[in-house]
């Protein structure tokens, strides 16, 4: 599988921003999977994206600090998302993991859903450090918004409910302006909806829904 992926990326001209996602897990010491940060690498991917699910933050800094570090020998960067039912739950509290880790090579992936669901406005980002961020991931949501404690509503959200731009009522508009320029911007929407479509057909329209959200 890996050769004929590096075969299609060679074919094509497609690149690989990030591979993902790790969650590190309480009950489940092994936070890295073998052979998945060189996989990442062989790929080309400029960076891995991690969750965390420990109930103490003492232990998300522990494992953080430990992929980081196992992540430059491969010369990768470490995403850290956050979500209002994990173990980050804010921007701050992401930007905040990130400055005790003191790695470098190191950023803050904002989830424009998870951003929102979490209390997040486009002025924030204004707020914090520029380069805490090196990519964003983009979707777009319903105004029907399960409350911050009921994480079932907020999980299937997230898994199957999401809208691509334009569909929805994010500010993304404004979420993309507060954005550091040029960084790369990931569509994410995984929707029960369309998960029948070709591969192909999903990634026209996303690529579509992302060019008219930048044009406008």
Known sequence: MLRETLLRLKDTGVSVLD??????????????????????????ARHVLVMSAEPEEARTLERFGELCDRAAQYGLSVGLEFAVYTGVRTLAHAAQVVARSKRTNVSVVVDALHFSRSGGMPAHIGQMDAALFRYAQICDASADMPGPTDTPNLVREARTGRLLPGEGVLPLRELVAALPAGIPLAIEAPSRATADLPALERAKRAYRALSALLAS
Do not use: K, M, N, Q
């Not at 591979?19 to 080309?44: K, M, N, Q, Y």
């Open 19 to 44: 591979t993902e996602f790790l969650r590190f897990e309480p009950d489940h010491p092994i936070g890295i999977p073998e052979g998945f940060l060189e996989v990442s690498a062989r790929l080309g």
